[in-house]
């Protein structure tokens, strides 16, 4: 069974820094990986698939790496909209995310 | 723009059946190669994924929920179905409904389900 975890749970980033999450997967998921963006009371939104293409409309400031095992999601200037819950899900076989990680205002 | 909306009963009673719809508007549930699925929230926890259902009507269940999971699809109606079964508080969820292939690009607002006598 494929687990997937992700750190740190919490990230504290001033707004203009670079954040970068990480998500590691138990057992190699390829690069069947999206990462999501929720904020409270609100549905995820998908940012990150294929471990590395960004979906529509999501800005160039948030990018995606890895394969096999090691993911990154990375914010090159955090902007004030994006402090929030994220979530890696891996899709190589049934879908599973991780448990998510907090980015904050430091 | 395609939409999802989820509905149905916000509370339910321990031991019975939970059964959500969601409705599809804006494109057709029978897109050739998208999946629709249920993921829940629990308060203050992570994302779960329940289950999924294809056009045609094949399904894929979460292990740990299998036993309980049933998914079903109108295609008439452009809906997809939840029934959960055997309920219990561990249960209460925000419950989600999403199109998804690579990754989940369309959510519903999401419905919150109580499971309380």
């Known amino acids: 069974e494929i687990v997937m975890t992700q750190s740190p749970a919490t990230l504290s980033v001033s707004p203009g820094e670079r954040a970068t999450l990480s998500c590691r997967a138990s057992q190699s998921v390829s690069s069947n990986l999206a990462w999501y963006q929720q904020k409270p009371g609100q549905a995820p939104r998908l940012l990150i698939y294929g471990a590395s293409t960004r979906a529509t409309g999501i800005p160039a400031r948030f990018s995606g790496s890895g394969s096999g095992t090691e993911f990154t999601l990375t914010i090159s200037s955090l902007q004030s909209e994006d402090f929030a819950v994220y979530y890696c899900q891996q899709y190589n076989n049934w879908p599973l995310f991780g448990q998510g990680t907090k980015v904050e205002i430091k | 723009q395609l939409q999802l909306q989820e509905s149905g009963p916000g509370l339910v009673k321990p031991s019975e059946t939970l059964s959500l719809t969601c409705t599809v508007s804006?494109?057709?549930?029978?897109?050739?190669?998208?999946?629709w699925g249920w993921i829940r929230q629990p308060p203050g926890k992570g994302l779960e994924w329940i289950g999924s259902?294809?056009?045609?009507?094949?399904?894929y269940y979460n292990p740990s929920l299998k036993s309980r999971v049933t998914i079903s699809v109108d295609t008439s109606k452009n809906q997809f179905s939840l029934k959960l079964s055997s309920v219990t508080a561990a249960d209460t969820a925000v419950y989600y409904c999403?199109?998804?292939?690579?990754?989940?690009?369309?959510w519903g607002q999401g419905t919150t389900v109580t499971v309380s006598s």
């Open positions: 804006g494109g057709s549930i029978s897109s050739s190669s998208y999946y």
């Open positions: 259902i294809y056009y045609s009507g094949s399904t």
């Open positions: 999403a199109r998804h292939r690579d990754g989940m690009d369309v």
